[in-house]
């Protein structure tokens, strides 16, 4: 696959995943909140504080996107091994880890202020889960891309 057909294929996931999660966090997540306080209106004061928890979340994630787009433009400018990009995935590690952090503690205390229900701790359980997979892997792709900074910048030295 050409450079240029490559770029544009990441350059369009990026803008899906920005647009399908702009559905979710800000359609689907209010539309399904207000569904659960018309149908057990005993919880309707807990949609407001959910809502904000939810919408928090949203900020690293595109704030990854963001980062993710300037690894492509460092890719389409021929840069794909770079210390930058290192850089880029390790923050998005870090990124991917506080909010799963968040998430959980956030879980946490609004059981403690009985606006939630054990079994969704349990479930955000497999949530927590992929994210720190998330995070995982960011962390490797960093080590990974600075190794073969290393390997380049040694390469380019030696020639």
């Not at 900020?59 to 993710?68: A, H, Q, R, T």
């Not at 701790?121 to 792709?141: D, E, M, N, P, R």
Request: net charge neutral; hydrophobic share 60%.
């Amino acid at each position: 696959m050409d450079l240029k057909v490559l770029v544009r294929w990441l350059r369009a996931v990026i803008i899906g995943v920005g647009v399908c999660g702009f559905v979710a966090y800000g359609v689907v997540c209010p539309l399904c909140g207000l569904k659960i306080v018309e149908d057990h209106p005993d919880v309707s004061g807990w949609f407001l504080p959910w809502l904000g928890f939810i919408l928090i979340t949203a900020v690293p994630c595109y704030v990854v996107l963001v980062y993710c787009w300037k690894i492509v433009s460092n890719i389409a400018a021929g840069r794909a091994f770079s210390y930058d990009n290192a850089k880029y995935f390790s923050v998005m590690s870090y990124l991917a880890l506080g909010d799963i952090a968040f998430f959980f503690v956030g879980n946490v205390v609004l059981l403690l202020a009985n606006m939630n229900h054990p079994a969704v701790i349990v479930a955000s359980l497999i949530i927590v889960f992929i994210g720190i997979a998330v995070a995982v892997v960011f962390a490797t792709l960093s080590h990974l891309v600075r190794k073969a900074a290393d390997l380049q910048q040694e390469n380019d030295l030696t020639v």
